[in-house]
């Protein structure tokens, strides 16, 4: 994955936070995506200005102990965009 693109959120998806957790609806789709706590954590992350190079500096300053954090960070932008929730 090309680290320098820069995730921007689907206008048409509608966010919701529910009991902590993150429930994502998408207009195109007109399905409901959950998010568990890394990929929540990442859909945060992501306002259109920051890269994913500059998001994944970011997570390994906060969790310097956490050994998968690139291929995490991959698999959710992935996975948000199949959905179509994010666009690169």
């Keep these: 994955m090309n680290t ?3 995730p921007r959120r689907d206008p048409g998806c509608v966010e919701e936070v529910l ?8 207009a195109c789709s007109a ?4 998010l568990n706590e890394s990929a929540a954590l990442v859909w945060q992350l992501i306002d259109g200005e920051r890269s994913i190079a500059q998001m ?3 997570l390994t ?6 050994a998968t954090i690139t291929d995490d960070l991959s698999e959710a ?12």
């Design 4 to 6: 320098n693109l820069i």
């Design 19 to 26: 009991e902590g957790e993150i429930v994502l609806y998408s």
């Design 31 to 34: 399905k409901a995506l959950y």
């Design 56 to 58: 994944e500096l970011l």
């Design 61 to 66: 300053d906060a969790y310097p102990e956490a």
């Design 77 to 88: 932008i992935e996975m948000l965009r199949k959905h179509g929730v994010i666009h690169l």
